[in-house]
């Protein structure tokens, strides 16, 4: 081992390097680290696949887990802005000299298998959190399901949130193989809870074939509202007069009945009272996701960077009123389906502010642009190219009058881009401005 891996960024540093490739989907490599490593957790595991909503769905699984008392351990990807954010124990964000120690772990049972970047760091951080004395694990798939290195553990419980055309090139073309590979957490006799209201077959198909316990939105718990209040119904317990989520949008009271359900399921080895439940949701904090910084103008934090996603937040924008003028800060990868993005928010957006971002597969700014004058934007309707996400959305806080609104949205590098110095910098340099 080299004597200068003493640091978390050279521990990052070298994963970077150890994989001719940046994702390589399959268990082999992974699972033979995995038995060398020892891994196993002796808590209830709760794994999350899906195209949108994976991330509000861990969260709020852990903040009612949280105020149930038990002992949480989660694990996102990927992080916005510092590396740790990755993992969270009891609620906080891991220390880097754990996650030091992990990797060297990992780095001695490898020998000579290759891993990638994220099957290096997945297991590093799923072996720091099967040490780490949890009463509960929650683990969020990074790409795909079946194949990712997440799935090397068995679930107890698994969740699959909405799906929509993503990663297509490696996961399919249509929503029934992303389906078939979302399905591959799933495991016989466990609880399978699918929140998407209109989910592939597939998925239906594969819970059926391996003897899953199948719990489907619309017909095993459901939930229903009006403007003040919601209510959860499942198969043998109901909620009702609830506050809404703490998180925004319409779309998160689907992945909250997702969340209940899976609740429900597990109750025998974690019960959680129905107060843990409403302060939970009160209280679950998530960035990034239609995320609103106090100030003048509006300023929106939202990581949706595909068709499905972006359609979620411009509803949620719609539904905020009236603003003379919207300014959107976007810069996302290359792959993405941009001309579906662009033609979804259209009515929405006057002004846009296209952003290079750190990394080789995002697209570059101008090449944003160049997409978005392919559409044929209405009259009217203005853009720009800027360096980074500060420059561009810097630019957008010069521009706009106080009663307008900025949206920052794409890739988590965006958002990420705008948040590195932490809300209270951001709000500082928005109100001052």
Known sequence: MPPSM?????????????????????????????????????????????????????????????????????????????????????GDPVQADALVAAFERVEAARGEVSLSYFEFTTLAILDLMAGAGLDVAILEVGLGGRLDAVNVVDPDCAIITSIDLDHMELLGSDRESIGREKAGILRTDRPAIVSDPLPPQSVIDRATEIGADLWRFGRDFNFSGDKQQWAWAGRGRRYSGMAYPALRGANQLVNASGVLAALEALRARLPVTAQAVR??????????????????????????????????????????????????????????ELGLMFDRMAPLVDRWYFCDLPTGRAAPGASLHAQWLARQPREGTAASVHADPMAALSAAIAAADPADRIVVFGSFYTVGGVLQDGIPRLQAKHLSA
């Open 6 to 90: 003493k640091t978390l960024p050279e521990w990052l540093a070298h994963c970077e390097q150890l994989h001719p490739k940046t994702i390589e989907l399959g268990l082999d490599r992974v699972r033979t680290v995995a038995e060398r490593l020892g891994l196993r957790f002796d808590c209830p595991v709760i794994t999350v696949a899906g195209t949108n909503g994976k991330g509000s769905t861990c969260a709020m699984l852990e903040a009612i887990l949280l105020q149930a008392g038990w002992r949480t351990g989660v694990y996102t990807s990927p992080h916005l802005v510092h590396f740790e954010e990755r993992c969270r124990l009891r």
């Open 279 to 336: 302060n939970g949701l009160a209280m679950v904090e998530l960035p990034g996701r239609f995320q609103i910084v106090p100030g003048q103008p509006v300023l929106v934090l939202d990581v949706a960077h595909n068709p499905h996603s972006v359609a979620a937040l411009a509803e949620n924008l719609d539904a905020m009123g009236f603003y003379p003028t919207t300014h959107a800060v976007f810069g996302a990868m290359a792959d993405k």
